[in-house]
């Protein structure tokens, strides 16, 4: 089993739609989660920046951090075309040495 | 524009020939990662360097080497390739002050092996 599991997708809504995306884990060491978006033949560039339990808003964007249930939400509202890309969630432990990558979830938005 | 400069963005290789993937950034970050990228898989860790003159294996680091001379390059090599080693290639770098630990990342080296 993978220490990370993100649901691949790929998932098509409509634009205005909210996107809920999730990644659950099974290290509970890990305690600063992020969240990438990667554009096609680009490299990922950080969305979104927790550190332990709670939730983060940014805009059209809100982070969600349940370590109790080891599970991270992303959800996106009034989605926009500009929004498809591939979300990557990524964790690490106190040590912020290494990030350990969920396998992405292809989204689309179509208008 | 700052940031981590890749070489060569895409690559066609023969089996058995030895390449090169290079990676220079110009944020003076202690930290550089390589990572490959497989459909299904996301992005694995194949080796870091914490800071010049050391290095360290990641999640899949067999059949690759590298080398941290100094703050600002971090070559991949792969000494004798195989078709499994078809990837997209990713260097990344951190700055190891401060607490967000956020990754920067080129824009990929797309290395195919026949």
């Known amino acids: 089993q993978k220490e990370v599991e993100q649901d691949p997708g790929p998932l098509s809504v409509p634009e205005g739609a909210i996107v809920s995306l999730n990644c659950t884990y099974s290290?509970?060491?890990?305690?600063?989660f992020m969240w990438y978006r990667q554009y096609s033949r680009k490299g990922p560039e950080l969305l979104m920046y927790?550190?332990?339990?709670g939730n983060k808003e940014d805009g059209r964007f809100t982070a969600q951090v349940d370590k109790s249930s080891k599970y991270i939400s992303l959800f996106i509202r009034d989605s926009q075309p500009s929004d498809s890309a591939t979300y990557l969630c990524?964790?690490?432990?106190?040590?912020?040495?290494?990030?350990?990558f969920g396998q992405g979830t292809i989204l689309t938005v179509h208008p | 524009i700052a940031g981590i400069t890749q070489a060569p963005t895409s690559q066609i290789l023969a089996a058995g020939r030895r390449m090169t993937l290079r990676c220079t950034q110009d944020?003076?970050?202690?930290?550089m990662y390589w990572y490959r990228q497989d459909l299904g898989l996301g992005l694995r860790l194949i080796h870091y360097?914490?800071?010049?003159?050391?290095?360290g294996k990641g999640e899949v680091p067999d059949g690759y080497s590298v080398s941290r001379a100094n703050t600002d390059d971090f070559p991949l090599t792969l000494a004798s390739a195989v078709p499994s080693q078809t990837s997209v290639y990713f260097c990344?770098?951190?700055?190891?002050?401060?607490?967000?630990?956020?990754?920067?990342f080129g824009e990929g080296s797309r290395l195919t092996v026949l």
């Open positions: 290290n509970s060491a890990f305690q600063y």
């Open positions: 944020m003076r970050h202690n930290a």
């Open positions: 990344a770098s951190r700055r190891t002050s401060g607490r967000t630990g956020e990754l920067f």
């Open positions: 927790t550190y332990s339990s």
């Open positions: 990524a964790m690490s432990d106190l040590s912020y040495g290494k990030l350990t």
């Open positions: 360097s914490n800071t010049a003159g050391t290095t």
